[in-house]
């Protein structure tokens, strides 16, 4: 007869109120939810063609096609592969005192304000901003509008609704 010993992990999310550890990667499955949504907030937030509080599009970045292009040496053609491409604003988006400004009242990509997005319809612009990345190939997630909306009415819990709504 042998015992078997369980592992024992910390929870995997940063902010994890637990005090104990559990036998799993994460202590609940709210945990792992939780994470799954910061994870997609900070995915936005680093994409720059969209803005971190309300969602809208920003930018509209494009690669003009090889043809319109002159020829180019063999250096030149790697750092082309290189090149991500132009970008205009959309009609969200002015260059202003603290550079990209979205209408929302936001001015900084890398923080969210909650207030002022409280103020727009995000929910399909979130929505929206994850059929990209789905379309990209940048994530295998769908966003589920309803079970978004539903969790977070319930738990009024941004990052759990988020987590909640991705699915695969």
Known sequence: ??????????????????????????CSPECRLKH?????LRNIKHDHRFCSTC?????VVYRP????????????LIIREAFAGFQDFTE?????????ECDCGNVDHYHSEPDFRDQESYEWWLKLVFETFKKEGQQDDSFDIETFCDSYFETDDFELALGRALHE
């Open 92 to 100: 969200f988006a002015e260059s202003g005192d603290y550079g990209l």
């Open 55 to 59: 969602y809208k599009p920003l930018k």
């Open 1 to 26: 007869m042998s015992s078997t010993r369980s592992q024992f992990y910390e929870c995997s999310h940063p902010e994890c109120t637990e005090d104990h550890s559990r036998t799993a990667s994460y």
């Open 65 to 76: 096609a090889d043809s319109k292009t002159p020829k180019l040496r063999k250096k030149a």
């Open 36 to 40: 799954k949504g910061r994870k997609a």
